[in-house]
């Protein structure tokens, strides 16, 4: 396994740039399931996920070309025909958007057999608003083995309403009413970024969608769709994160390629705490020269401030004057990464959903260990600002979401390098 080497005290000057939104691009892909001609999709990010999607679908007969560099980050999705509308647990057990797959399956073939997920170990996912929605649209459900097992010969549309907001759940039903017979009204639907990517995309496919991106969705189902050419939207999260660093290195970056409408809840809390920045229409500047004082936050659901976020927003916590409180409201076991922080020299004290964080603690480096994948980023701002040097293990968690983050971090003055693991040599017989 890879690992990050760190040594801290460089300040991030110049410009970096956003790739793609995995969190839009893999929804965008599960879509292309629906029919049976190509879909083209462009400003993939060349990450795990996207690996292991390309993978679920060519194991169900779909052809997937990626292309990167020249290509520019595109990939063409042809399912003429699902030869085995399955998605195994070998696959879905390292990502739990995996399950995106099963509405678009039922909608599009009658059935569906889809593993029960894995990926972060950052607290219940369940699907059950996933499999009560599809019940509503009139598939019939087991669970056996591990696996969801969905038929039905064709959905119908049905009045769906979430007991609690969930982006993937909004997601899946969105793709599966979009093939059902009549008319779907979705309430209490997140109304994430991703999610109106997806409607746009699916309109682009055919299909009759309205009031993606509010809490009320109208599906007007159509019997087939087509297929389509569609750019998937900067990633939120990623340039979040490079404005954190940013901040925490007393830096002067330009974060381009973003949407900074998208970031609204962190640029409120930023400013909150004295940072100053500049916008433009697709691109934020952070000069990290003020003197900056603590503020609690508190995650919700988007356009509240994100639960990916958290992690990150933590780590720059640890560096200002003041004591923070981090309320986290969307998982119940995100803070992992409080544990590694403390053994870089972080004050953080965990009291249930929430994270009390003494800010200046002088941090040193020291050898951590990632354990989801938005705990590894902000170990890796936590680094950049450390004594010495840090050693980051389970780095692999980081390239599920984020392309080639040490190169784009060592573009703008980080002292960040990858090695990999050194296996030790076998011992070899004497010889006689």
């Known amino acids: 396994m890879d690992k990050f080497v760190i040594r801290g005290g460089n300040p991030l000057l110049g410009t970096i740039r956003v790739s793609g939104a995995k969190n839009a691009a893999l929804p965008a892909m599960a879509a292309a399931l629906l029919t049976d001609e190509p879909v083209i999709l462009e400003n993939i990010p060349q990450v795990r996920d996207i690996e292991t999607t390309r993978k679920l679908l060519s194991a169900m007969g779909a052809e997937v070309e990626l292309g990167y560099g020249r290509a520019q980050h595109r990939t063409t999705i042809s399912c003429r025909q699902i030869a085995s509308p399955e998605a195994s647990y070998e696959l879905v057990k390292t990502m739990r958007a995996s399950t995106l797959v099963l509405g678009p399956?039922?909608?599009?073939?009658?059935?569906?057999?889809?593993?029960?997920?894995?990926?972060?170990?950052?607290?219940?996912?369940?699907?059950d608003l996933h499999i009560r929605g599809l019940e509503r649209l009139g598939a019939t459900i087991n669970q056996e083995h591990g696996y969801v097992e969905a038929v039905a010969r064709r959905l119908k549309g049905a009045e769906?309403?979430?007991?609690?907001?969930?982006?993937?759940?909004?997601?899946?039903?969105?793709?599966?009413?979009?093939?059902?017979?009549?008319?779907?009204?979705?309430?209490?639907?997140?109304?994430?970024?991703?999610?109106?990517?997806?409607?746009?995309?699916?309109?682009?496919?055919?299909?009759?969608?309205?009031?993606a991106g509010t809490p009320t969705i109208r599906i007007q189902g159509v019997e087939r769709l087509h297929g389509a050419k569609h750019r998937i939207i900067p990633d939120r999260i990623e340039a979040a994160t490079f404005l954190i660093a940013a901040v925490l290195t007393s830096g002067d970056l330009n974060v381009s390629g973003c949407e900074p409408g998208?970031?609204?809840?962190?640029?409120?809390?930023?400013?909150?705490?004295?940072v100053k920045t500049a916008r433009s229409q697709e691109s934020v500047r952070v000069i990290g020269d003020s003197p900056l004082r603590a503020a609690d936050v508190v995650t919700e659901e988007y356009p509240g401030f994100p639960t990916d976020v958290q992690a990150q927003?933590?780590?720059?916590?640890?560096?200002?004057?003041?004591?923070?409180?981090?309320?986290?409201?969307?998982?119940?076991?995100?803070?992992?990464?409080?544990?590694?922080?403390?053994?870089?020299?972080?004050?953080?004290?965990?009291?249930?959903?929430?994270?009390?964080?003494?800010?200046?603690?002088?941090?040193?480096?020291?050898?951590?260990l990632a354990s989801d994948l938005r705990a590894s980023a902000s170990l890796v701002l936590a680094a950049l600002v450390a004594d010495g040097e840090t050693i980051i293990d389970r780095v692999y968690h980081i390239d599920r979401g984020y392309e080639r983050i040490e190169e784009k971090l060592r573009a703008v003055g980080a002292q960040i390098r990858r090695i990999g693991e050194i296996l030790p040599k076998k011992a070899t017989a004497p010889a006689v």
């Open 160 to 211: 769906i309403r979430f007991d609690k907001v969930t982006v993937t759940g909004t997601e899946d039903l969105l793709m599966a009413a979009s093939l059902a017979e009549g008319e779907t009204l979705m309430s209490n639907c997140a109304r994430e970024p991703e999610v109106v990517d997806l409607a746009d995309l699916l309109n682009k496919m055919g299909a009759r969608i309205e009031g």
């Open 313 to 368: 927003y933590m780590a720059l916590a640890t560096q200002v004057q003041g004591t923070s409180t981090i309320t986290e409201n969307i998982f119940e076991n995100r803070f992992m990464h409080a544990q590694e922080l403390g053994r870089m020299g972080a004050n953080i004290k965990i009291e249930g959903s929430r994270a009390i964080v003494r800010g200046k603690s002088p941090l040193s480096g020291a050898a951590v």
């Open 262 to 274: 998208h970031l609204g809840a962190l640029l409120e809390q930023l400013s909150s705490m004295g």
């Open 105 to 127: 399956l039922v909608a599009r073939c009658g059935r569906a057999r889809v593993s029960l997920p894995g990926g972060c170990a950052i607290g219940a996912r369940p699907i």
